[in-house]
């Protein structure tokens, strides 16, 4: 059924598909800590860490978090640095920095209280749709939607909804669709149903039909392959850009690193020096001194809009690079508490430099 015409359920067969939906969570979902805790600040951390990255990994780094930062206040009182390792692993780092920002932003404008009201969270840095709706009705009880990854594919196979789940008109259904089954009672734990279905039982590629709540009313499986929903509108390839980078150390054996702007692309992450271009002339221009020999290794970064191939070079002296934030020698034990960008993490893996490796991303 096209958005236009898929009308959110109406009331009559809400009531018993929201029943179907509470009970099959409260029987089924995971025990995740925040879960077991539902204060604001655990369901708004939780909420942004799970955003890009698998649950089960992010799990220690919650209890770690929570150990040195059990409030907003806490957050707030220390600097980015302070910050930085305790989200070393879980990458995009823009999220660490919006809550931080956040945090500073409750203790300031609300005596350290997490506003209960929608509008009011809904205006700090970093809170957009749908950390709203899952802060606000998981936390605070509140009648509003969430709409991520798993409740787009649960809805649109419910529905069997066949357009493009990115386009406005069913975005619009999507909010207006979730929205109408949070009008009730227990907003909170029916929306993490929808999301916990998506994660665990409608997964993308083998929905698990036959355990779930809502087969007897799932239009896409009546239609058939659900697993082809929701579409997918193949995207323009990223754009190929090639790098020059440089393990450039010194006397001591310590790594110069440069630490981006907060503004862009890896913002205020730590790189290997480099720039845009092939062979060792890029990194000339950053005053380094090229090993003669071949590259130390080559890897690739994908990123949503451009493809990085990534030159690793040896190379010696300081890098003098423009704009930078910061230019720091790190020896190499201290590499695992700054926060790397992930091209850099595989350059340093690959060229032997031992460094954690980023937990996978992709909420589930
Ligand atoms: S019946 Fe199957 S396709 Fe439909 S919502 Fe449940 S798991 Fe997904």
Redesign the pocket.
Known sequence: MPPSTAAPPPADDRDPLRAALLAWYARHQRPLPWRLDPSPWRVWVSEIMCQQTRVASVIGYFERFMARFPDPEALAAVDLETLYPFWAGLGYYARARNLHAAARQVVTEYGGEIPSDPEQFGALKGVGRYTRGAVMSIAFGHRVPVVDGNVVR?LC??FNVADDPKTPGVQRWLWATAGALADGPQPGDLNQALME?GAT??TPRS???LV?P??SA?Q??RAGD?ERLPTKTPRKGPRAVARSVALSRTAEGHIWLVRNPDAGLLGGQWALPGAEGEGPAPLAALGLTVADGPPLGQVTHTFTHQRWALTVYAATGRPQVEGAAEIAAHPEAALDGLALGGPTLKALRKVGVAVAARRGAGRT
């Open positions: 649960v196979r419910w279905l039982v409608c929905p698990s039909c779930c809502l087969a799932c896409g499986r659900p």
